[in-house]
């Protein structure tokens, strides 16, 4: 079997060293492998979005002696020898045009919007003449991989690709070229494992995102187990409780500096009182299309002043917006004018997202649930309230919420009395033992031959990341301390090639 990894950047250490290890596992099988990278094709990256050149040649240099853990069958491909240089014209006023951009069939925009959301937060960056010279040089980078990526493929005739993430600027087309060609590829991702070790975790033919694949993710973790059916639906619901109790379940804790059964002030029981919930919308527009082509509204702000509209005048209606705590602080529009809406319109209440009011109470209090992908959809389905979803998620594809396809749809929703929830215990409590369940990795060993789990070091008050089998003199430490006074010393002695953009259109 002829298998072709790809990584592009030799910074991020866990994931590159995870595709060693498993490429080496490969190899060890019998198996024809190759191993490409980047090698400087692009000028950007995830890691190195300034496009500071000499730092890229840092990451070569440190993929290099990475690659040299491989074992000698394995053929090592640096894509800057395939790439050609090519001059292009690109054409486009607004970052929503940027996104439509495609390259050979590969949705290039979407990968460059994806770095740039990512590394800044901002959703509609400006686009003149000083800022175009920067969009311009990300696109003409990816579309250069692009290419060097389908002569590599040309070159090995691979009857499978593996790759990490896939999402990544500098990974989307070592995932949709061989896709275009319905060559199949395993994506890899890492969790944490019970034993406090990465595991391996395999999409098929798909982005971790994909919400098809997420779902067959659940399921096959579900069915899988060898937990009875009673210690899982016991693990399912204990996510729920813990996240209404303040208990770090799978993420962050959002309600900490909440105050439990505080309500909005003026709150009216004789109204039909609609909570919304939205999300960290840059989060969700860096994915791309995989959660967007489900979306109601073309943005939250615009979904909810529709709405708003819709409702003016009826006052046996008001809304109440609960600003997700993760845009606490971003000052970017998308978030800030949320707080216009109670000076333009009278039915609603926003609620800023550091402010004590309880969102468990909220939801409590509230008729109906409005949610725009976050996990409080399924949170406020579980606690059996009716929860209309206006975009992609997780659990989309679990029958727990209404999903209205239109606005009419959704109207009518809000206005249904008694309208019963959709909770399903068992489709819940699949996905809380998903995000609880630390056996759910392909492997249950961490690692095969090379450990890439990281560590960090602190050297003269700095802290490094490592991971322990990228070594030097047989020292990790030494290798840490290596690379990143190599990236000091770059970043001293050569200047961006761009200065990230960080205005708004």
């Given amino acids: 079997m002829k298998i072709l990894f790809f990584h592009a950047c030799a910074f991020n250490k866990a994931p590159l060293c995870e595709l060693i ?9 019998g198996n024809e492998v190759s191993f490409a990278y980047c090698g400087g094709t692009m000028e950007g990256c995830f890691s190195n979005p300034v496009m500071n050149r000499l730092d890229c040649k840092v990451c070569s240099h440190s993929m290099r002696k990475s690659l040299k853990m491989l074992d000698p069958s394995v053929k090592l491909m640096d894509l800057s020898k395939l790439a050609v240089n090519k001059l292009f014209d690109w054409q486009y006023d607004t970052a929503a045009e940027i996104k439509q951009i495609k390259y050979k069939e590969v949705e290039i925009g979407y990968a460059v919007m994806s770095l740039y959301i990512s590394t800044t937060r901002n959703l509609s960056p400006k686009i003149d ?10 696109l003409t980078a990816c579309a250069t991989l692009v290419d060097a990526v389908a002569s590599a493929i040309d070159n090995v005739l691979p009857d499978k690709v593996c790759l990490f993430n896939g999402r990544y600027f500098e990974s989307r087309p070592a995932l949709a070229v061989p896709r275009l060609r319905n060559i ?19 999409f098929r033919n798909a982005l971790p995102h994909n919400i098809n694949a997420l779902q067959s993710l659940m399921e096959d973790g579900w069915n899988k187990s060898t937990k009875s059916l009673e210690e899982k ?8 409780e813990k996240r209404r109790n303040g208990i770090a379940a799978g993420d962050k804790v959002y309600v900490a500096g909440q105050t439990a059964g505080l309500l909005p002030e003026g709150w009216d029981e004789t109204k039909c009182n609609i909570a919304i919930f939205n999300s960290s919308e840059d989060e969700f527009a860096s994915i791309g299309t995989e959660f967007e082509k489900y979306s109601v509204y073309p943005s939250q702000i615009e979904g909810i002043r529709s709405l708003l509209k819709r409702f003016a005048g009826d006052d046996k209606y ?3 917006l609960r600003v997700h705590p993760n845009l606490g602080k971003i000052k970017y529009k998308y978030h800030l004018d949320l707080y216009k809406l109670d000076k333009e319109y009278d039915n609603i209440t926003v609620i800023p997202a550091m402010d004590p009011i309880s969102s468990y109470s909220l939801m409590d209090a509230a008729e109906k649930v409005v949610v725009f992908g976050s996990s409080m ?6 606690w ?26 959704l109207v009518s929703l809000l206005r249904t009395e008694n309208l019963p929830s959709k909770f399903d215990e068992l ?9 609880l369940d630390k056996d759910r990795g392909e492997y249950k060993e961490s690692y095969h031959y090379f450990n890439y789990n990281p560590f960090d070091v602190k050297i003269g008050g700095k802290v490094f990341h490592g991971t322990y089998c990228q070594k030097m003199l047989g020292s990790r430490k030494l290798y840490a301390g290596y690379v990143a006074a190599l990236r000091e010393v770059a970043k001293l002695m050569s200047r961006p090639a761009h200065k990230i953009p960080k205005e708004e259109e």
């Fill in 318 to 320: 008001h809304f109440y």
């Fill in 377 to 382: 959809g399924v949170e406020a389905s579980y």
């Fill in 233 to 240: 639906i016991a693990i399912g619901k204990s996510f729920f």
């Fill in 129 to 138: 003449a000083q800022t175009k010279p920067y969009f311009d040089a990300l």
């Fill in 21 to 29: 290890d498993e490429a080496e596992k490969f190899a060890r099988e």
């Fill in 184 to 202: 199949p590829t395993d994506v890899y991702e890492l969790i944490d494992g019970p034993d406090g070790k990465y595991r391996k975790v395999i």
């Fill in 427 to 435: 489709s819940c409590c699949k996905y809380g033992f998903y995000i």
């Fill in 384 to 409: 059996k309230k009716p929860v209309i979803l206006l975009s992609g998620s997780m659990y989309y594809n679990y029958d727990i919420c209404y999903k209205p396809k239109d606005e009419a749809q």
